[in-house]
């Protein structure tokens, strides 16, 4: 089966950094970029920049760029996004997703994690 | 980031057809990139609707419908079913931004 399975619910301190996973399965891990778009309740969802794991291109959004740290691990067919210090504005639930090609559409999501941020 | 806005519900009794508007602008929907739409149930990930502006991957029923004019969009809903509740999601890509913009969302429910 073709999917993208991420890591649970986390719960962190600002200031404190993490590191969130997905592992994708069941297609070429390295034929396809694999990304993160999160959903902000009241705020929409935003694109925070995507990973190609055959040579880890990383293209960031603008917003994201230096906040984030994205990358992929094709032997573990595992793509990662990382923080070094949580914001309370990062709480959210991300979602690992994987489109058809650069900028196209959106074929494959992961579940979400949710990520929540407070002292 | 910059946001594609759309109405935040629209509703309609069952049978009915039911429209979704996409605007967006002249870095995006107007510089004649794809559109696509999505379907979220609450507490699912997003499903792939429409993509290239009005094409219908396999699987979705042919109810679903999807148009462009200039900087705008349209979802259509044919014939409304209780099973079309859901929220609803327009997406393109911008290159000003450099990177997608989804829209607002909207909330369809059946009456």
């Known amino acids: 089966e073709v999917q993208l399975v991420q890591s649970g619910a986390e719960v962190r301190k600002p200031g404190e950094s993490l590191k969130i996973s997905c592992k994708a399965s069941g297609y070429r891990f390295t034929n396809f970029w694999i990304g993160w778009v999160r959903h902000v309740p009241g705020h929409g969802l935003e694109s925070l920049g995507f990973?190609?794991?055959?040579?880890?291109?990383?293209r960031y959004s603008a917003s994201f760029e230096g906040q984030v740290t994205i990358s992929a691990d094709k032997s573990l067919n595992t793509a990662y996004l990382q923080w070094t210090s949580l914001q309370a504005s990062d709480t959210a639930m991300y979602f690992c997703v994987r489109p058809v090609m650069a900028w196209s559409q959106i074929d494959l999501w992961g579940q979400g994690s949710v990520v929540t941020v407070s002292s | 980031q910059s946001m594609l806005t759309q109405p935040p519900s629209v509703s309609g009794a069952p049978g009915q057809r039911v429209t979704i508007s996409c605007t967006g602008s002249?870095?995006?929907?107007?510089?004649?990139?794809?559109v696509h739409w999505y379907q979220q149930f609450p507490g699912t990930a997003p499903n792939l609707l429409i993509y290239g502006d009005s094409m219908r991957p396999s699987g979705v029923p042919d109810r679903f419908s999807g148009s462009k004019s200039g900087s705008s969009a349209s979802l259509a809903i044919s014939a409304l079913q209780a099973e079309d509740e859901a929220d609803y999601f327009c997406?393109?890509?911008?290159?000003?931004?450099?990177?997608?913009?989804f829209g607002t969302g909207t909330t369809v429910t059946v009456l």
């Open positions: 990973v190609h794991p055959a040579d880890s291109d990383t």
């Open positions: 997406q393109s890509y911008d290159i000003v931004l450099s990177t997608y913009v």
């Open positions: 002249s870095s995006n929907i107007g510089a004649n990139y794809d």
